[in-house]
């Protein structure tokens, strides 16, 4: 593996809401899951994965929202999460990246919700090593 499971990072749209949604940030659907996800990420069982609050991703048609990155390995972000039911979900497809090491997990082991959630594969970035 080239990266290890601490270097993943999963940002999460706090901001994320559906339309007509909660004005107020700390009700929005996507602060909800983030919290959810950080109470998750600290059991012992969960993936080594920092999480990190993000204000938007813009993807504000498909929320909730995240991104799973991890240097060298590619980048997702997946949207029409349900802030309600999709952290064990997501947990689940956190562990099958960080059991990669480029991030590239095959279509039909992912998570459901990541096959049909899925806005984006970014590669990964590269150094430029021209002298």
Same mark, same amino acid.
């Given at each position: 593996m080239t990266s290890s499971h601490e270097e993943i990072c999963l940002h999460v749209c706090v901001t994320c809401r559906e339309a007509g949604g %909660?004005?107020? &940030?700390? /009700?929005? %659907?996507? #602060?909800?899951?983030?919290? #959810?996800?950080?109470?998750? /990420? #600290?059991? %012992?069982?969960? %993936?080594? @994965?920092? @999480?990190? $609050? !993000?204000?938007? /991703?813009? !993807?504000? &048609?498909? *929320?909730?929202?995240? $991104? @799973?990155?991890? *240097?060298?390995?590619?980048? +997702?972000? +997946?949207?029409? /999460?349900? #802030?309600?039911?999709s952290v064990e979900t997501i947990l689940d497809g956190l562990r099958r990246y960080a059991d990669t090491s480029e991030g590239l997990v095959p279509w039909r082991e992912r998570p459901e919700a990541f096959r049909k959630g899925v806005v984006a594969r970014i590669p990964p970035f590269k150094t430029n090593s021209a002298a």
């Open positions: %909660p004005d107020d &940030k700390a /009700l929005r %659907p996507g #602060a909800v899951l983030h919290r #959810a996800l950080t109470e998750a /990420l #600290a059991r %012992p069982d969960a %993936p080594k @994965v920092r @999480v990190e $609050a !993000v204000e938007c /991703l813009s !993807v504000c &048609k498909r *929320p909730c929202t995240i $991104a @799973v990155s991890a *240097p060298g390995r590619w980048t +997702y972000i +997946y949207g029409d /999460l349900n #802030a309600e039911t």
